[in-house]
């Protein structure tokens, strides 16, 4: 058994959320750089070299990208063989969060009450996901999820018979309806299968691998790319301008489900695509 102490985690979290709201992973990066490079419309071009200018000055004076800083998700992988020490892991993360978002200058957007609308002024508490793995290690993957896409999030119960096709018909038209609302150029998560509240989490898990990084099955692969595609085809283009880099990547995860069902959520990510993860 192998001791993990929570304050680790605590500062991990801390550094990891002042870092992704200054400075966007390579991935992300060269994926903007690519979009910029393949777009055909001049302006879609031009919007997304402003884009990539505000990336490097966020960059370059450690500022945030965007005064969206987000809503903390955290996903913890911990391991059967880990024993946590210290502080409960849940006062750890919030503690870790409130820490970044005082210590980085980062806006505070949560509200204690959803009716209410009391701010909690440090941007806690995170929506934390839990889940044991075998081994001896802990798994952190954050996020810093900002409204304007997360507000465009679809859930469907499809019928088993709507199939294949009905799952992209349902992915594209909701991207298609979410026009310049996310800030494309867009990463699209999608979750299928489970139940409805499975599909939505493997839909927010599905936007935390690194753009471009397909699926292992070979089908679910071929899904993404013919989305990807048609998605492209609306021409919303940047920031809504027009164009064809309507999205980055599309990433899909699966689960087995009933026999009377296929649930699909969709979680959108501007084109500020903001995660991070480290193992202890």
């Keep these: 058994m192998r001791e993990v102490n929570t ?6 979290i801390r550094g990891m959320f002042i870092a992704m709201n200054y400075e966007l992973g390579e ?18 071009k031009e919007v997304m070299n402003t884009l990539l200018e505000n990336l490097s000055i966020a960059e370059e004076k450690q500022i945030p990208i965007c005064q969206d800083t987000g809503m903390a998700v955290v996903f913890l992988e911990i391991g059967q063989e880990v024993c946590l020490t210290g502080v409960f892991i849940e006062d750890a993360v919030n503690q870790g969060v409130k820490e970044a978002y005082e210590q980085g200058y980062l806006r505070k957007s949560v509200v204690a009450d959803p009716l209410e609308r009391i701010n909690t002024k440090d941007n806690t508490p995170a929506v934390i996901h839990y ?18 896409s997360e507000n465009m999030s679809k859930l469907k119960m499809l019928n088993p018979s709507d199939g294949y096709e009905g799952v992209v018909s349902f992915v594209v038209d909701a991207v298609s309806k979410a026009g310049a609302n996310p800030c494309p150029p867009i990463v699209i998560g999608v979750g299928i299968g489970g139940t ?34 048609k ?25 087995p489900t009933h026999i009377a069902g296929l649930p ?16 202890l």
Excluded: W
Aim: charged share 30%; with cysteine.
């Design 231 to 255: 998605v492209n085809k609306l021409g919303i283009g940047p920031q809504g301008f027009g164009g064809t880099s309507t999205a980055l990547a599309v990433h899909i995860e699966k689960y």
């Design 7 to 12: 304050l680790q985690i605590k500062d991990k």
């Design 131 to 148: 889940e044991i793995v075998p081994g001896d290690k802990v798994k952190i993957i954050a996020a810093a999820k900002g409204f304007g």
């Design 196 to 229: 409805m509240e499975k599909a939505t989490i493997l839909a927010k898990k599905a936007l935390l691998r690194n753009i471009g990084e397909g699926n292992r099955d070979e089908h679910i692969r071929a899904m993404e790319k013919e989305i990807l595609e």
């Design 264 to 279: 699909v959520a969709v979680n959108i990510n501007c084109h500020v695509s903001r995660h991070r993860e480290t193992t």
């Design 27 to 44: 991935d992300v990066i060269y994926s903007l750089e690519l979009a910029k490079d393949n777009e055909s419309s001049p302006l879609g």
